[in-house]
């Protein structure tokens, strides 16, 4: 069946008009608004904004507007990014988690509001009673009560250390932060049990489930597991820039034929090309037009794009899209924009930045997919086919007013962290040794020449240097700055001065209580 007969949409054109981006500017057609607008715009945000390259696709009424790639793939190389290179989708792969439920939703193997330990019997959260009302929907609508990013530390910095079974088992170790379902707080982990739970149900692993009841279907050559070779020919590779450094690659999150234990939150490798039936599938199901063998019911669209969860609504929303209201659905968020509902996400790791745009009503999708780490880049494009689409009397320079607005809050955070006198109480011999944590597993302090040094035992990433600070903390400077934030590192004495164990916390003049160290307390083995 040809993807255009599934879709339910006019068959404009074959796959291969998706192709590159090449085939698009040497077609004999003049140049479309759009295609016009990103010539002069793209380029323009990923030199202001650092990003070497960027891929984008733009549907309307069921036509391929645009699809096109601009920049490098590659420095080193000078590879060119085209349609069909390969990105990272970070967190747009919720969608596709959100999805593999529905499709056992359609056939009737369990429904949304069925209780998670009715399938992972492991389940468990802090709370006896929030673990026996728990539903499937709870874990994709970002309302547990736990803070949000709660369990991060289990998946990145890459490679995670933890199986999936395991980020399930140590939910239970999560400290919530407000009261179940009522205020929103993004989790990562959940989805992960979420994929978990479709695995059970369906009798195989998630990631060969989505593959061959979403991509297949859809004709999409992405990948929830493993990545052929042959792929790997026109993968974008990921950056980040500093301006000490330039340009500097990120390996760890680099596409290389492995799966990502996390890929149901964040880990889908995809292209632009192929992203282009999924948003013409979307619409066309929001109508109730995709023909029959599509992957999931107008029903279940419906249900996946109904506000959950409540979400904040900014000053920038406010002013820049007239939003009056914006929530989590389940795997989506949306917000009604210049009148009408948008749904969308967006999706970031270390290298990759992703936007999906939805219209429902007008019939229009794009996605902006780029190797940088800087979100303005995609957010002034985003913003740019936004305004072209809703509101052109508004439209303006978007890279201008995300560079302005990034100086702003640039300058908001450059409040000095604390200082301190540089000085420890006790030698330094006295605070190495092995420490462990009920969840996160060991971490190694170790002496040499220069100091002290501590390393993960579960993530190898993880690792820098202590530099003293006052009383019986340290800094921790990070051996890869691109992992985390510094970090203060408090130890514990007994009464007879003996160093027992240690908390971490950001270096910062306010760490908060929503970072990702706040449920660890190492205690000393030796």
């Given at each position: 069946m040809k993807i255009c007969q599934l879709l339910g949409v006019l068959c404009l054109v074959s796959s291969s008009v998706v192709s590159s981006r090449e085939a698009v500017q040497a077609d004999d057609n003049p140049p479309t608004p759009v295609q016009t607008d990103l010539a002069q715009w793209v380029p323009a945000?990923?030199?202001?904004?650092?990003?070497?390259?960027?891929?984008?696709?733009?549907?309307?009424?069921?036509?391929?507007?645009?699809?096109?790639?601009?920049?490098?793939?590659?420095?080193?190389?000078?590879a060119l990014v085209d349609s069909d290179t390969y990105f990272r989708l970070a967190s747009v792969s919720k969608a596709f988690t959100a999805a593999s439920v529905a499709i056992l939703v359609d056939e009737g193997k369990l429904s949304w509001d069925d209780k998670v330990v009715q399938y992972l019997p492991q389940f468990r959260l802090q709370d006896p009673w929030v673990t026996a009302e728990f539903t499937i929907r709870d874990?994709?609508?970002?309302?547990?009560?736990?803070?949000?990013?709660?369990?991060d530390s289990m998946i990145w910095p890459e490679p995670s250390g933890f199986s999936r079974d395991e980020i399930v088992h140590n939910l239970r170790y999560l400290t919530p932060l407000s009261s179940f379902r009522s205020q929103y707080g993004y989790s990562n982990v959940l989805y992960i049990t979420a994929a978990e739970l479709v695995?059970?149900?369906?009798?195989?692993?998630?990631?060969?489930?989505?593959?061959?009841?979403?991509?297949?279907?859809?004709?999409?050559?992405?990948?929830?597991?493993?990545?052929?070779?042959?792929?790997?020919?026109?993968?974008?590779?990921?950056?980040?820039?500093?301006a000490e450094e330039g340009?500097?690659?990120?390996?760890?999150?680099?596409?290389?034929g492995k799966m990502l234990m996390s890929a149901a939150a964040g880990g889908i490798v995809c292209r632009a090309s192929d992203l282009v039936p999924w948003l013409q599938f979307l619409l066309a199901q929001y109508q109730g037009k995709a023909a029959a063998g599509a992957p999931f019911s107008q029903a279940q669209l419906g249900q996946m794009w109904a506000p959950h969860t409540l979400m904040p609504v900014g000053t920038n929303d406010r002013e820049l899209d007239q939003v009056n209201f914006a929530a989590?659905?389940?795997?989506?968020?949306?917000?009604?924009?210049?009148?009408?509902k948008v749904v969308h996400h967006t999706g970031i790791l270390s290298g990759f930045q992703a936007h999906l745009v939805l219209v429902p009503e007008q019939q229009l999708g794009f996605v902006v997919l780029h190797n940088g780490s800087n979100s303005g880049a995609r957010q002034a494009v985003v913003q740019r086919l936004l305004k072209q689409f809703?509101?052109?009397?508004?439209?303006?320079?978007?890279?201008?007013?995300?560079?302005?607005?990034?100086?702003?809050?640039?300058?908001?955070?450059?409040?000095?962290?604390?200082?301190?006198?540089?000085?420890?109480?006790l030698a330094l011999q006295e605070y190495a040794g092995e420490y462990t944590d009920n969840w996160f597993g060991s971490m190694l302090i170790t002496q040499d020449e220069q100091g002290l040094n501590l390393q993960s035992e579960r993530m190898l990433n993880l690792q820098g240097r202590l530099e003293p600070f006052a009383d019986h903390s340290f800094i921790v400077r990070w051996t890869d700055p691109n992992v985390a934030g510094p970090a203060l590192i408090h130890f514990q004495l007994n009464n007879r001065r003996q160093v027992t164990g240690f908390t971490l916390e950001p270096y910062a003049a306010e760490p908060g209580e929503r970072h990702s160290y706040r449920d660890m307390r190492f205690r000393r083995q030796r």
């Open positions: 945000a990923l030199l202001q904004f650092d990003t070497p390259g960027m891929a984008v696709a733009v549907v309307k009424d069921g036509q391929v507007l645009h699809v096109a790639g601009y920049g490098e793939r590659d420095i080193s190389s000078g874990l994709l609508s970002q309302r547990s009560g736990l803070a949000g990013g709660a369990g695995a059970k149900v369906a009798g195989e692993p998630w990631q060969d489930f989505v593959e061959k009841r979403i991509f297949a279907p859809l004709m999409m050559q992405c990948f929830a597991g493993t990545q052929p070779a042959e792929i790997l020919q026109n993968v974008a590779q990921p950056y980040r820039f500093s340009f500097v690659t990120i390996p760890r999150n680099a596409i290389d989590y659905g389940l795997g989506w968020r949306m917000a009604d924009m210049h009148g009408v809703l509101a052109p009397e508004q439209q303006q320079d978007w890279v201008a007013f995300y560079a302005a607005q990034q100086q702003r809050a640039a300058n908001r955070a450059a409040a000095a962290p604390p200082l301190g006198t540089g000085e420890v109480l």
